[in-house]
């Protein structure tokens, strides 16, 4: 290989790293014929899992996979490309990424703001709403609810009533079980089955408003990446936009099969009332306009975005629904 | 080129710490000049990173509390009512006070997952009394370093935590199967104490001078000294084990807690309480730069090529089913003396994991024995952590030869445990099984 | 020597502060057990206060450790080296050893003065209290490690050139 890079993560393991990660890097070296080669590192091996923006900024690693929320303390803009409640479907951030703008919006904040070179390079799906020992349906099942949640949504939850319970996410498992908490929210059906979540709370609430869909991305080092022939700048960019595409596939169809089997495990599937999901949209829009007065970027984001959601109203009159066509 | 650094990291490690430089400053030291040669200038912030994660840790919070409890209590004489008071009425049996000892430990790995801690809270409580009793001092230093390890493989633990989805295992089903390996060790641990006070009893002096007591003196003794410490001891652990608290709040409830007491005992000086104070400051910016140390030195070696190079060792070997299994297992006893267990658990078992299943290996069974061998690597010198924990709470009779020699019968029934693991997999696997489903 | 004295006593009062904040770490976490169970509601700061309280102590209490010699090191063969001996490794090791920590306060204060510039918060809560307090508390805290290293260093060159043991407390 030309170049060996190291790429940072905040993943552990699971899917996203084993995946999309790994999946990435395999094709970067297919389409740059093997020219640059990417060693994948777990979290918090190389350095902190929470700091791999930094990290590649100063070349500790040349590239990074990230999700932006994790830069929430140092601006939080990210969210809006990551997932928030206020957020898109999967396929909403798909089309609002390549066709309505959100991509150009992007990569020109990652360079202004961050100095980094950056694009998508996976997408997220619809998360469950919570794994939970109380039933929630109403928001005054919600009111008190001990829930331990972080970033945009422990501030928006709260708001809503909750009592968010911040904690570290290796105390989470042993809190739900011993009921210091009642409930958590953690990730996709996918991400959540493997961790048992399911067999120490009854109740599995959907759908997962609080991240209806994001995207993670791939961050590159900018003399690193000045170190690239343009078409192996084009192959890394191309690789990204393939490993959205391929991530969609994957997730989604593992999705369907770990949503079935809580299904058809001993759990109860709860559905959030209609009434619930509109006061939290309500309230998620009032906190990002919050954000926005205080940030000019969450602001020029945050209209674009919320232009290509009310574009998208139109979807569902001339598309049936995914699934309706089912016996 | 990259690889070759990574792999002087330990020999450089090593001469500086068998030289006698303190371990977290050769730790520290290595990182940097490895780091440096690696990546110049942005060594500095991977090392900084490293401190980013040790110091906001939440978890780690029970360090300095858990260390001001074990503090308070001996200070405040509390600690040998309580060991006077259980030995009025085990004096009879063997090597009394080890036993207690295996047990106190037993009962804080179930209460929390920081090993640190959980060792240095049952030394301060332990270590003074088994000396007034003349208790031999590699027995001692090896039943408290034995009594503190427990805390990885007695759930509840943060390295399982970080395993199981690695791993893809339930978090439930791996502290199932933890269970009953983590009683035999306690159970081996006991069994290795009473034999040796029954086979050499120098080693754990019998009590035979002072004046036998009669039966109401016995209990009024047990009332005023054993009830209201183990009350606390409770008070701690059943708060968080009927989910009441989080282990950290609970170490803050039973630090409290030992003020009450020490209150209520008329023992509390202000002098006591400044020098538990103190004490804890100090022991806990010790055992955390070792901590921190440990995570620098072993994030720069994984990225000077050392992940690169563990890895393609185990891919090279070529090996299959067992020896592929003695393979990983050996690394990871390797990998566990200088570096973080998350770090080797995060490096190790995604690899593992398909290797072991493409056997026919139990996952489940496979993560506790890879648990089994880390905690085994914890306790083996010469780099072995619990050591060095051990090392910063004893008055300086008690030399680092002690402790060496002490660990090594414990290491012994590590291995056993480990053999009964390997020949008996329902030891681990019966109670995920009965457990399996839901717990509600 | 006037300025190893002022080192060490620069670490002692390091040490004190840090002994001192482990009693609103103790106070803090029991509020929260109280406030949820009794007051019926989590607080929004303790997870917080508590990590930075633990980080302070850590980082606050790490040059008057070395100071009192809590750190922990295997001196089966040191314990039977010359003074001069001792001296060599002493030096060696804290020049590299003091190299870093130095390198890592200088960066940790220009970590302090662009997080206070930002004005860069957590993000770890609904509470995201500032970031520059804690990065403060640990850039003392290397700063004091530093400058007991420092003093550790004068001693064992002391040492090495006299070929007697440091006697006496500075
Ligand atoms: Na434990
Ligand atoms: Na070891």
């Given at each position: 290989a030309?170049?060996?890079?190291?790429?940072?993560?905040p993943?552990s393991?699971?899917?996203?790293?084993?995946?999309?990660?790994?999946g990435?890097?395999k094709?970067?070296a297919?389409l740059?014929?093997?020219?640059?080669?990417?060693?994948?590192?777990?979290?918090g091996t190389l350095y902190?899992?929470?700091?791999?923006?930094?990290?590649?900024?100063k070349?500790v690693?040349?590239i990074?996979n990230?999700?932006?929320?994790y830069?929430?303390?140092?601006?939080k803009?990210?969210?809006?490309?990551?997932g928030?409640a206020?957020g898109?479907?999967?396929?909403?951030?798909?089309?609002?990424?390549?066709?309505g703008?959100g991509?150009?919006?992007?990569?020109?904040?990652?360079?202004?703001?961050?100095d980094?070179?950056?694009?998508?390079?996976?997408i997220?799906?619809?998360?469950?709403?919570l794994?939970?020992?109380?039933?929630?349906?109403t928001l005054?099942?919600?009111?008190?609810?001990?829930?331990?949640t972080?970033?945009?949504?422990?501030?928006?939850?709260?708001?809503l009533?909750a009592?968010?319970v911040?904690?570290s996410?290796?105390e989470?498992?042993?809190?739900l079980?011993r009921?210091?908490?009642q409930?958590?929210?953690?990730g996709t059906p996918?991400i959540n089955?493997p961790?048992?979540?399911?067999?120490?709370?009854?109740?599995?609430?959907v759908?997962?408003?609080?991240?209806?869909?994001?995207?993670l991305?791939?961050q590159?080092?900018?003399e690193?990446?000045s170190?690239l022939?343009?078409?192996?700048q084009k192959?890394?960019k191309l690789?990204?936009?393939?490993?959205?595409?391929?991530?969609?596939?994957?997730?989604?169809?593992?999705?369907?099969?770990?949503?079935?089997?809580?299904?058809?495990?001993?759990?109860?599937?709860?559905?959030?009332?209609?009434s619930?999901i509109?006061?939290a949209?309500?309230?998620?829009r009032?906190?990002?306009e919050?954000?926005?007065t205080?940030?000019?970027?969450f602001?020029?984001?945050?209209e674009?975005?919320?232009?290509f959601?009310?574009?998208?109203?139109?979807?569902?009159?001339?598309r049936l629904?995914?699934?309706?066509?089912?016996? | 080129?990259?690889?070759?650094?990574a792999?002087?990291m330990?020999?450089?490690l090593?001469i500086l710490?068998?030289?006698?430089?303190?371990i977290?400053?050769?730790?520290?030291?290595v990182?940097?000049?490895a780091?440096y040669?690696?990546f110049?200038?942005?060594?500095i912030?991977?090392?900084l990173?490293?401190?980013?994660?040790v110091?906001?840790?939440?978890?780690?919070?029970?360090?300095?509390?858990?260390?001001f409890i074990?503090a308070?209590?001996?200070r405040?004489?509390?600690?040998?009512?309580?060991?006077?008071?259980?030995?009025?009425?085990?004096r009879r049996?063997p090597?009394s006070?080890g036993?207690s000892?295996?047990?106190?430990?037993t009962i804080?790995?179930?209460a929390?997952?920081?090993?640190?801690?959980?060792?240095?809270?049952?030394?301060?409580?332990?270590?003074?009394?088994?000396?007034k009793?003349?208790?031999?001092?590699?027995?001692?230093?090896?039943?408290?370093c034995a009594?503190?390890?427990?805390?990885t493989?007695?759930?509840?633990s943060?390295?399982?935590i970080?395993?199981?989805p690695?791993?893809n295992?339930?978090v439930?089903?791996?502290?199932a199967?933890?269970?009953?390996?983590?009683?035999?060790?306690?159970?081996l641990?006991?069994?290795?104490v009473v034999?040796?006070a029954?086979?050499k009893?120098?080693?754990?002096p019998?009590?035979e001078?002072?004046?036998?007591l009669s039966i109401?003196?016995?209990?009024?003794?047990?009332?005023?000294?054993?009830?209201?410490t183990m009350?606390?001891?409770?008070?701690?652990?059943?708060?968080?084990?009927?989910g009441?608290?989080?282990?950290?709040?609970a170490a803050a409830c039973?630090?409290?807690g030992?003020?009450?007491l020490?209150?209520?005992?008329?023992t509390?000086?202000?002098?006591?309480?400044?020098?538990?104070?103190?004490r804890t400051a100090?022991?806990?910016?010790?055992?955390?730069?070792?901590?921190l140390?440990g995570?620098?030195f072993?994030?720069?070696?994984?990225?000077?090529g050392?992940?690169d190079?563990?890895?393609?060792?185990?891919?090279?070997?070529?090996?299959?089913?067992?020896?592929?299994?003695?393979?990983?297992?050996?690394?990871?006893?390797?990998?566990?003396f200088?570096l973080?267990l998350?770090?080797?658990?995060?490096i190790l078992i995604?690899?593992?994991?398909?290797?072991?299943?493409?056997?026919?290996?139990?996952?489940?069974w496979?993560?506790?024995?890879?648990?089994?061998v880390?905690?085994?690597s914890?306790?083996?010198?010469?780099?072995?952590?619990?050591?060095?924990y051990?090392r910063?709470?004893?008055?300086?009779?008690?030399?680092?030869?002690?402790?060496?020699?002490?660990?090594?019968?414990?290491?012994?029934?590590?291995?056993?445990?480990?053999?009964?693991v390997?020949?008996?997999?329902?030891?681990?696997?019966?109670?995920?099984e009965q457990m399996?489903?839901?717990?509600? | 020597?006037?300025?190893?004295?002022m080192?060490?006593?620069m670490?002692?009062?390091?040490?004190v502060?840090?002994?001192?904040?482990t009693?609103p770490?103790?106070?803090?976490?029991?509020?929260e057990?109280?406030?949820r169970?009794v007051?019926?509601?989590?607080?929004?700061?303790?997870?917080?206060?508590?990590?930075?309280?633990?980080?302070?102590i850590?980082?606050?209490?790490?040059?008057?450790?070395?100071?009192?010699?809590?750190?922990?090191?295997?001196?089966l063969?040191?314990?039977?080296?010359?003074?001069?001996?001792?001296a060599v490794?002493?030096v060696?090791g804290?020049?590299?050893f003091?190299?870093a920590?130095?390198?890592?306060?200088?960066e940790?204060?220009?970590?302090v003065i662009?997080?206070?510039?930002n004005?860069?918060?957590?993000?770890?809560?609904?509470?995201?209290?500032?970031v520059?307090p804690?990065?403060t508390?640990?850039?003392?805290?290397f700063?004091?490690?530093?400058?007991?290293?420092?003093?550790e260093?004068?001693?064992?060159t002391?040492?090495?050139?006299s070929?007697k043991?440091?006697?006496?407390?500075?």
């Amino acid at each position: 290989a030309d170049v060996n890079w190291k790429m940072a993560t905040p993943w552990s393991g699971g899917p996203w790293l084993e995946r999309d990660v790994k999946g990435y890097a395999k094709r970067v070296a297919d389409l740059t014929e093997g020219r640059v080669d990417i060693t994948v590192y777990p979290g918090g091996t190389l350095y902190s899992p929470l700091k791999v923006t930094e990290g590649v900024q100063k070349g500790v690693a040349e590239i990074g996979n990230n999700w932006m929320g994790y830069d929430w303390g140092i601006d939080k803009t990210g969210v809006l490309f990551a997932g928030y409640a206020g957020g898109l479907t999967p396929e909403g951030y798909m089309l609002w990424m390549y066709k309505g703008g959100g991509l150009e919006l992007w990569q020109q904040w990652r360079q202004e703001e961050f100095d980094v070179i950056s694009y998508p390079c996976a997408i997220l799906g619809t998360d469950i709403f919570l794994h939970s020992t109380k039933r929630i349906q109403t928001l005054e099942d919600f009111q008190g609810l001990k829930l331990r949640t972080a970033g945009a949504w422990a501030d928006i939850a709260s708001r809503l009533g909750a009592s968010t319970v911040v904690m570290s996410g290796g105390e989470v498992y042993s809190a739900l079980e011993r009921g210091i908490i009642q409930a958590a929210e953690l990730g996709t059906p996918e991400i959540n089955l493997p961790t048992g979540l399911q067999d120490i709370a009854q109740y599995v609430i959907v759908p997962g408003i609080q991240n209806p869909g994001g995207l993670l991305e791939c961050q590159v080092n900018k003399e690193a990446w000045s170190e690239l022939s343009e078409h192996d700048q084009k192959m890394l960019k191309l690789a990204g936009k393939l490993s959205v595409f391929e991530s969609w596939l994957d997730s989604s169809a593992a999705d369907l099969d770990a949503f079935r089997e809580l299904q058809e495990g001993p759990n109860e599937i709860v559905e959030l009332e209609q009434s619930f999901i509109d006061e939290a949209a309500r309230v998620t829009r009032e906190w990002a306009e919050e954000q926005a007065t205080a940030d000019p970027w969450f602001k020029e984001v945050l209209e674009s975005q919320t232009d290509f959601k009310n574009k998208l109203k139109t979807w569902s009159e001339y598309r049936l629904p995914i699934g309706s066509l089912a016996d | 080129m990259t690889s070759y650094v990574a792999f002087l990291m330990f020999p450089a490690l090593l001469i500086l710490i068998l030289a006698g430089f303190p371990i977290a400053f050769s730790m520290i030291s290595v990182a940097l000049v490895a780091g440096y040669l690696q990546f110049g200038d942005g060594v500095i912030f991977q090392l900084l990173s490293k401190m980013d994660d040790v110091a906001t840790n939440s978890v780690l919070a029970a360090v300095p509390l858990f260390i001001f409890i074990g503090a308070m209590l001996e200070r405040s004489g509390i600690a040998e009512r309580l060991f006077d008071a259980v030995h009025v009425w085990t004096r009879r049996v063997p090597g009394s006070l080890g036993v207690s000892a295996v047990l106190l430990g037993t009962i804080f790995a179930a209460a929390s997952g920081v090993v640190g801690a959980t060792e240095t809270v049952i030394g301060m409580l332990a270590v003074p009394i088994m000396l007034k009793h003349a208790y031999d001092k590699s027995l001692i230093s090896g039943t408290i370093c034995a009594s503190g390890s427990l805390g990885t493989v007695i759930p509840p633990s943060i390295t399982v935590i970080v395993l199981a989805p690695v791993a893809n295992v339930s978090v439930g089903d791996l502290f199932a199967g933890l269970l009953f390996p983590g009683l035999v060790m306690a159970a081996l641990f006991i069994a290795y104490v009473v034999g040796i006070a029954m086979l050499k009893p120098a080693f754990a002096p019998r009590e035979e001078e002072t004046p036998v007591l009669s039966i109401s003196q016995k209990i009024r003794m047990t009332v005023f000294a054993l009830v209201p410490t183990m009350a606390l001891i409770f008070t701690v652990l059943g708060t968080i084990l009927l989910g009441i608290a989080t282990p950290t709040e609970a170490a803050a409830c039973g630090a409290a807690g030992t003020l009450i007491l020490s209150l209520a005992y008329r023992t509390f000086t202000w002098g006591i309480l400044w020098n538990a104070l103190r004490r804890t400051a100090s022991i806990t910016a010790m055992i955390l730069l070792i901590v921190l140390g440990g995570n620098m030195f072993a994030g720069v070696f994984f990225a000077s090529g050392g992940m690169d190079s563990v890895q393609s060792l185990l891919s090279t070997l070529g090996l299959s089913g067992a020896g592929a299994v003695t393979a990983i297992l050996v690394l990871a006893f390797l990998a566990g003396f200088v570096l973080d267990l998350i770090s080797v658990v995060l490096i190790l078992i995604p690899l593992a994991m398909p290797i072991v299943t493409g056997y026919g290996v139990d996952p489940v069974w496979f993560a506790v024995t890879f648990l089994v061998v880390l905690q085994t690597s914890y306790l083996t010198p010469p780099m072995a952590p619990s050591i060095f924990y051990l090392r910063a709470i004893t008055p300086p009779e008690i030399t680092l030869r002690h402790m060496y020699r002490g660990v090594l019968p414990f290491i012994g029934m590590q291995l056993v445990t480990l053999v009964l693991v390997i020949l008996f997999p329902g030891l681990v696997l019966w109670l995920p099984e009965q457990m399996s489903g839901p717990s509600w | 020597m006037f300025i190893l004295k002022m080192a060490e006593r620069m670490s002692d009062i390091a040490g004190v502060i840090a002994a001192l904040l482990t009693i609103p770490l103790i106070a803090s976490l029991v509020y929260e057990v109280f406030s949820r169970y009794v007051l019926g509601s989590p607080t929004y700061w303790v997870y917080e206060v508590s990590y930075m309280l633990m980080g302070s102590i850590f980082a606050l209490a790490m040059g008057y450790a070395l100071k009192i010699k809590q750190h922990v090191s295997v001196d089966l063969i040191y314990a039977r080296l010359s003074a001069r001996s001792k001296a060599v490794v002493d030096v060696i090791g804290y020049c590299a050893f003091g190299f870093a920590v130095w390198w890592m306060t200088i960066e940790l204060f220009a970590s302090v003065i662009n997080a206070y510039q930002n004005g860069e918060v957590t993000g770890k809560s609904a509470w995201s209290p500032v970031v520059w307090p804690v990065y403060t508390t640990w850039f003392l805290g290397f700063f004091m490690l530093g400058v007991q290293v420092i003093a550790e260093l004068i001693k064992a060159t002391a040492t090495l050139i006299s070929g007697k043991a440091w006697e006496g407390n500075a």
